[in-house]
């Protein structure tokens, strides 16, 4: 791994891979970080996420993992951000020293969404003390309101941030609010901060008010494609970057099925996205434990 490069680009939010009954298997992880780097050439993963499902796994289990991926990303991946975040402070702060124990390049927290906070020195209290048992690894702020109910505003949240938490690098943004995104780019002061966009859906707007880059869970079987989105960005060639974005974003992505197979070789994680027929990408699949007769 190529620690402390700055964080850009792509990142995917990993699926948790699972045996049939319902156990984590780690046996396919090196594959799957072939498959990223290979296929889809992407660098930087997103660990226990909402993707994959890590507020429903045990900690137990979530030290594995976060362990296999640092074991099977070394010198394949830039980037491995763990998040350790959880409902019960100790289990984020025992979780957040885990992963600097492990080398992870980043840790990031959610808001605690069952007793939430309801003001930003709350929020601010509770990351502080989960980023300080982690003194030496760069700290993501994870803000999916959607999913925890904390709507605080990030550029809120960010004044007066670094005092706090002197890890704090960036926010991985879960929002549609995208004035709330660009008042924190906009904030001379923190332009050293990294922001990345978690709605894959619009990430091209996104870029357009400066964003770093993005974590997704489509990232993993679309990241070939939207690199190539982030290429014409960068150019600028606006309009080959919007026809990415609308032929691959634009449709209802809550009526994709993402589903896992379990075969007698492995996992087949297959993707199944309502797109219409001119584009040439219905079906993305990707073997989690390729079998030989398919090479
Ligand atoms: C609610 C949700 O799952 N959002 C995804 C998106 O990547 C999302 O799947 C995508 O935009 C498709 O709707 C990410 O923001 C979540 C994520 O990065 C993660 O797994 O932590």
């Known amino acids: 791994m190529t620690p402390r490069k700055k964080l ?28 990223l780097v290979s296929e889809q050439n992407v660098k ?5 996420g909402t993707t994959g499902e890590g507020l429903s796994l045990s900690i137990q289990e979530r030290k594995q993992l976060a362990e ?32 600097a124990a492990i080398g992870a390049s980043g840790i990031a927290v959610i808001a605690p969404s069952f007793f939430k906070p309801t003001n930003k020195d709350e929020l601010l209290g509770f990351l502080q003390k989960v980023a300080s048992e982690a003194p ?27 005092e706090q938490i002197p890890t704090f690098q960036g926010v991985k943004f879960s929002d549609t609010d995208l004035l709330d995104l660009a008042q924190c780019i906009n904030k001379k002061e923190r332009e050293q901060f990294v922001f990345l966009y978690g709605v894959d859906e619009q990430l091209l707007s996104a870029l357009a008010i400066g964003a770093n880059g993005a ?12 690199n190539l989105m ?11 970057a919007r026809k990415y974005q609308v032929q691959y974003f634009c449709y209802p992505h809550r009526e994709q099925t993402f589903f896992l197979l379990y075969l007698p070789w492995g996992v087949l994680c297959v993707v199944l996205s309502p797109v219409p027929s001119d584009i040439p ?7 989690l434990q390729p079998p030989a007769f398919y090479s």
């Open 281 to 287: 990408v219905k079906v993305n699949c990707f073997q």
């Open 230 to 240: 982030l290429q014409a960005f960068a150019k600028p060639d606006l309009a080959l």
């Open 136 to 162: 030496t690894v760069p700290f993501y702020y994870y803000h999916i309101p959607a999913m925890t109910g904390v709507k605080i505003r990030v550029e809120e949240l960010l004044d007066g941030i670094r």
């Open 215 to 226: 974590v997704g869970s489509t990232y993993n079987y679309l990241g070939r494609k939207t």
């Open 8 to 35: 850009e680009g792509l990142v995917a939010a990993t699926v948790t891979p699972m045996t049939p009954d319902g156990r984590i298997n780690l046996s396919v992880i090196h594959q799957y970080v072939d498959y």
């Open 44 to 48: 930087n993963i997103f660990v226990n």
């Open 68 to 99: 296999e991926w640092m074991c099977q990303g070394k010198d394949k991946l830039d980037h491995v951000i763990i998040h350790v975040g959880a409902l019960s402070l100790l289990e984020s702060q025992e979780l957040a020293r885990h992963a």
